[in-house]
């Protein structure tokens, strides 16, 4: 399994309808084939500087590389993600094994 996350702040002003906008046409996203678990989170601590969050899970790399491929996804972050998003983390995740 693979956990997608990124944070991220917007240049929209907060509140406003080019925000809720942005959120709205992100869920986009969460139809392409391979993503499980998609969430928008708000940001609700004061050690950073981001106000959103998106995060989902893949299967396994394949299911990963698929969305990243995916026209739905390179469409959204040509045309939404780089032109309105201010600042970003990105991490993906994968569950430590123990034994």
């Known amino acids: 399994m ?3 996350t990124v944070a991220f ?8 309808a080019a925000e809720a906008d942005f959120l709205s ?3 986009v996203l969460a139809q392409i084939p ?8 708000r940001q609700t601590s004061t050690k950073n500087a981001f106000t959103f969050g998106f995060s989902m ?3 396994d790399a394949e299911a990963y590389a698929a ?3 995916h026209p739905d996804h ?8 780089v032109p309105e998003v201010e600042d970003f983390l990105e ?6 094994t123990t034994g």
């Open 2 to 4: 693979i956990r997608h």
């Open 9 to 16: 702040r917007l240049r929209h002003p907060a509140g406003s």
């Open 25 to 27: 046409d992100a869920r």
């Open 34 to 41: 391979g993503v499980e678990r998609f969430e928008q989170l």
């Open 57 to 59: 899970e893949f299967a």
């Open 67 to 69: 969305y990243d491929g």
């Open 74 to 81: 390179r469409a959204f972050v040509a045309q939404r993600w």
């Open 91 to 96: 991490i993906d995740y994968e569950p430590l």
